[in-house]
């Protein structure tokens, strides 16, 4: 039964202006700060795209005036957007911030990952380099940015995900989290991915964006692009993605909803160039972030949840 107290809480925040952007925020904020007091070693997975990008503002906020103390840390595939990394690098110096770069490009020239034919998209081998970065670097928690919204794999995993000594994450062992109680227990070898914004949407992300004024790379907005069609996407035509026979060529207006792996991140055709045209966009789409951009989750309906038991993000 609600106290007094719970029933006039919702009212005086109504009040007071509160919006569902506060909410969230505060809910971000209340778990960053739990992954603070109760791990020892804490990277923050920081790719340079606009959920990271909005994470690491979150803590900033979740912790000042205290500088962020995670370590920023990328999994580079070494086939990223120039662009994205080119920001990555800018934002962690502006903010002295310690960021450590992995590559899957080593992963592979050491042995550690085997492709099964050169164009193939390395964003599925990641997994071995971030679980090759954990053990080096003793990582007990590292921070995402995946939303519940994206896909039915994350839908079902916990804001504290378990991985075991194998990096693994077994869905059908998910340790609860009833009234947000999180436990931030592991054993050595062990760790915890957290995902402050599971509860967000893609909109909940752009609108947060807006309003606190969260700088992106560029190639979020509007801008041309030569692309070809490839069934219902758009891929861009680059060094990695060349045409292949018969595929016609286009400039198109494009931007990209999310950021990845080249071979397997198609844009969308869009003419939003500012954040009120995005969020204008986001209200009206109806198909998923990763189900109009992502190529490598097209595989099959399971291609992330087998991801993620094998360790991935």
Not at 42 to 64: I, P, Y
Request: charged fraction near 30%.
């Amino acid at each position: 039964m609600l106290t007094e107290i719970e029933r006039a809480e919702p009212r005086a925040r109504a009040r007071a202006g509160w919006t569902h952007l506060d909410a969230l925020e505060a809910e971000s904020i209340f778990i960053l700060r739990e992954v603070a007091a109760e791990c020892r070693n804490v990277a923050l997975l920081f790719s340079g795209g606009k959920d990271s990008a909005t994470v690491l503002r979150l803590a900033e906020r979740a912790l000042f005036p205290e500088r962020v103390p995670f370590t920023l840390l990328h999994i580079d595939t070494e086939h990223n957007f120039p662009e994205v990394i080119a920001f990555r690098d800018r934002l962690a110096a502006e903010r002295g911030l310690k960021l450590v770069v992995r590559s899957v490009g080593d992963s592979i020239r050491a042995g550690r990952v085997r492709l099964r034919r050169p164009d193939e998209s390395r964003n599925p081998h990641q997994s071995v380099t971030l679980l090759d970065a954990i053990a080096e670097l003793g990582f007990d928690a590292c921070i995402g940015g995946a939303r519940r919204d994206e896909e039915k794999a994350r839908a079902k995993e916990r804001v504290f995900s378990f991985r075991d000594e194998f990096g693994q994450w077994d869905p059908k062992n998910q340790r609860p989290e009833l009234w947000s109680l999180y436990n931030g227990r592991v054993r050595s070898g062990e760790n915890i991915r957290v995902f402050p914004i599971s509860n967000w949407t893609e909109l909940d992300v752009w609108q947060y964006i807006r309003r606190e004024h969260i700088v992106l790379p560029e190639i979020y907005f509007a801008h041309a692009r030569v692309v070809v069609r490839r069934g219902a996407a758009l891929v861009p035509v680059t060094e990695l993605t060349p045409p292949r026979r018969g595929e016609r060529v286009e400039e198109l207006s494009v931007r990209f909803r999310t950021v990845g792996d080249i071979p397997c991140t198609a844009p969308v055709e869009s003419t939003a160039a500012t954040l009120d045209d995005i969020v204008r966009e986001t209200e009206q789409t109806r198909v998923t972030e990763r189900g109009a951009t992502r190529l490598d989750d097209q595989a099959n309906d399971a291609s992330m949840e087998l991801r993620k038991k094998e360790g991935y993000f």
